[in-house]
């Protein structure tokens, strides 16, 4: 186990509507970032927190924000949902920012139809 | 062009057989390499680092070649636990996966 956990499992909205996933990290990873994985798809960076700052995004409209808080929990809101936010959500943490030696853990997803 | 591209898969290869998988990036800035298992419907776990000198783990090896911008796994005496989805990752400020290339051992 990789000490990440993410919820809900699975999440049924309706376009249109709102969502906040949620993910806790391993005690002391300081970094957190999210993916959203699309069916046949590899994970897409959405965008990734260091102590509580955003610290890099992809390429994914402002509808989509994130929050990270001091207990290593953090959440992902999507504002307006369509039927394309339809994915896997992966949050990943690790201890720090270092390129070259950091490794992520991955969480176990969040499952999100939008219908 | 994607930033990373793999091959498209499937691949179905029966016990103890070779398998080789291939990567490319456009990114010459990136500077850590990976590759990740993905099992069906479970997130991706990190298989291996991939090191310019090359490196083993077991029955996987990984190589990646930074003038070509190629980065290459190879699974040798496959079992039918090694079959999943194997991600190529490609980081510089944050991690580049590729779609990823499914595998299939069959007995």
């Known amino acids: 186990e990789t000490g990440v956990t993410q919820s809900p499992t699975h999440l049924i909205k309706t376009r249109g509507q709102q969502v906040t996933l949620r993910c806790s990290s391993q005690?002391?990873?300081?970094?957190v970032s999210w993916y959203q994985q699309a069916l046949g798809q590899g994970p897409q960076f959405i965008f990734q927190?260091?102590?509580?700052?955003?610290?890099g995004r992809g390429n994914f409209p402002p509808r989509f924000s994130g929050l990270q808080f001091p207990n290593y929990s953090s959440e992902l809101n999507v504002n307006a949902l369509e039927l394309d936010d339809s994915a896997l959500y992966l949050c990943?943490?690790?201890?720090?920012?270092?390129?070259?030696?950091?490794?992520?853990?991955f969480g176990p997803g969040t499952r999100l139809t939008v219908l | 062009r994607k930033e990373v591209e793999q091959d498209p898969g499937p691949f179905n290869v029966p016990e103890g057989a070779t398998v080789a998988f291939n990567c490319t990036y456009s990114?010459?800035?990136?500077?850590?390499f990976f590759w990740y298992r993905q099992d069906c419907r479970k997130e991706p776990k990190l298989l291996m680092s991939?090191?310019?000198s090359g490196n083993e783990d077991g029955r996987f090896t990984a190589q990646l070649n930074r003038a070509s911008q190629y980065i290459s796994l190879l699974i040798r005496d496959s079992k039918l636990s090694d079959s999943a989805t194997y991600l190529c990752?490609?980081?510089?400020?944050?991690?580049?996966f590729g779609a990823g290339t499914r595998l299939t051992v069959k007995p």
């Open positions: 991939v090191y310019s």
């Open positions: 005690s002391g990873h300081n970094t």
């Open positions: 927190y260091y102590r509580e700052e955003e610290n």
């Open positions: 990943a943490s690790s201890p720090g920012l270092d390129v070259l030696v950091d490794t992520q853990y």
């Open positions: 990114n010459s800035a990136s500077q850590s």
């Open positions: 990752v490609v980081k510089s400020n944050d991690m580049r």
